[in-house]
């Protein structure tokens, strides 16, 4: 039985086989030059590089430099990308020259509103599939950005939340960097630095500053501390920062009430955090014998004060500490 036109298939002869297969390998050898001019070189490697920055492609910029050991790469993410104030873009090249296995390229692109042109200098490392040109930007050391932090432990980088360390963290270039802070109960203002070279350093000092969380909870801290105060029954509550001075007798003891408690606003001062003086006053009142005529009369008086503190935050948690600057400088008077 013989089959049909539909199911005879033609197979190959070896000689045709190995025909076909040398074409290939000529038709490939013939087009290696021409990629290697156009798809892998060095002007090619340079463009995709500040296209991957551009896009916020983090890895794939890192791909085709030739850096160093990067210790710590928390900074060399997409997210510190993400949210940038200005990436590179509308990129031209401008120039390409190519000396055996190093090239030299500059570009022109635009960062920031103004037009920047850079010089990149490569290196042609190993073949893919041993016949195409990788190209490599050399890269000695990668913008460093140094950090002087108060107050956190942490900081936004862009849209990456970054851990602070001693040692400074590599960033890519070219990009604008936006740099802060923002706690729960701290924060800062946020500073800009720009990463334009390799090897350039960078700096940015982050001040705290307290939010208004950290203000409400003081607050209740200040009142809380005051209104313990008031439950004494002696004329100096021990551990607060008001009392009345008498040179009579007081008979019995005595009772305090709070009239008006200080307004609450924080401030720095001698690199800590305070509860800026303000005034307050408390009423104490009881009875009292004159020590000159012996007559017994009603002690009702309003203390004023200037009341004070510092404030920290351990382990999460804002204290107070009162201070007493308001009572020795004579803040304190009665009427």
Known sequence: MTAGPGRRRRRLRPRTAAIAGLVVLILT??????????AYSPARTVAAYLADIGAGDAQ?????????????GSALVDEALAGAPSLPERVTVLRSEVDGTSASVTAEYDLDGSTRTAEFELTRGEGTWG??????????ELPQLALEVDGASAIRLNSADVEVGRE???????????????????????????ALEPGQELEASLAPEPTDRL???????????????????TLLPAGCTFGHDSNNEILGEVSWEMV??????????????????????AQV??????IVTAAESELDET?????????????????????TPGLASGAQETE
């Open 29 to 38: 050898a013939a087009s290696v030059p021409v990629l290697n001019v156009f």
């Open 260 to 281: 008006s408690y200080p307004a609450v606003r924080l401030q720095s001062e001698r690199n800590r955090l305070v509860v800026a003086p303000a005034a307050a006053s």
């Open 285 to 290: 009142k009881g009875k009292y014998r004159d």
């Open 168 to 194: 400074s963290l590599p960033v890519l270039y070219p990009v604008e960097y936006n740099v802060g802070f923002a706690q729960e109960y701290f924060r800062s203002a946020v500073e800009g630095v720009t």
């Open 60 to 72: 794939g910029a890192l791909s085709r430099l030739l850096t160093g050991e990067v210790e710590n």
């Open 131 to 140: 016949l195409f040109h990788r190209w490599l930007i050399v890269v000695d």
């Open 215 to 233: 203000r409400e909870e003081v607050e209740e801290l200040v009142h809380a501390h005051l209104d313990e105060c008031v439950k004494a029954t």
């Open 303 to 323: 203390v004023r004060f200037t009341f004070t503190a510092a404030v920290t935050v351990e382990d999460g948690q804002p204290r107070i500490v009162p201070l």
